[in-house]
């Protein structure tokens, strides 16, 4: 079984960086694909990035491409998401996600792990 904690949230302004960190317990985040999800009150679920853990090939949402960057660390277990230049539209509350699949798809589908998520929180 593998647990994932999120932390790195909070109240910013517009314009600043956040890291957000995912923790995960148990071995097998190494051989976990990762992703970030984000989900804003009243909106669906959305697929932010995502990093394979075979090839650490990226997907970036179009809304977070240039200003969000993905990765990860296994010695430590850890999944990142740098997220510079925010904007009051990425408020939501942050997710992180692992799957086995080699290939990660930016939808809900495959995901067997989810942290409890954080709240991130852009107003001026």
């Known amino acids: 079984q593998v647990q994932l904690d999120e932390s790195g949230g909070g109240l910013v302004r517009p314009g600043v960086s956040v890291r957000l960190s995912c923790i995960a317990s148990?071995?097998?985040?190494?051989?976990?694909?990762m992703a970030w999800f984000r989900q804003a009150p009243g909106e669906d679920n959305e697929a932010v990035s995502t990093i394979s853990w075979a090839d650490g090939s990226t997907y970036y949402a179009d809304s977070v491409k240039g200003r969000f960057t993905i990765s990860r660390d296994n010695n430590k277990d850890t999944l990142y998401l740098q997220m510079n230049n925010l904007e009051p539209e990425d408020t939501a509350v942050y997710y992180c996600?692992?799957?086995?699949?080699?290939?990660?798809?930016?939808?809900?589908?495959?995901?067997?792990?989810w942290g409890h998520g954080t709240q991130v929180t852009v107003s001026s």
């Open positions: 996600a692992g799957s086995p699949e080699i290939m990660p798809t930016p939808t809900l589908t495959g995901y067997a792990y």
């Open positions: 148990g071995s097998i985040f190494s051989r976990l694909s």
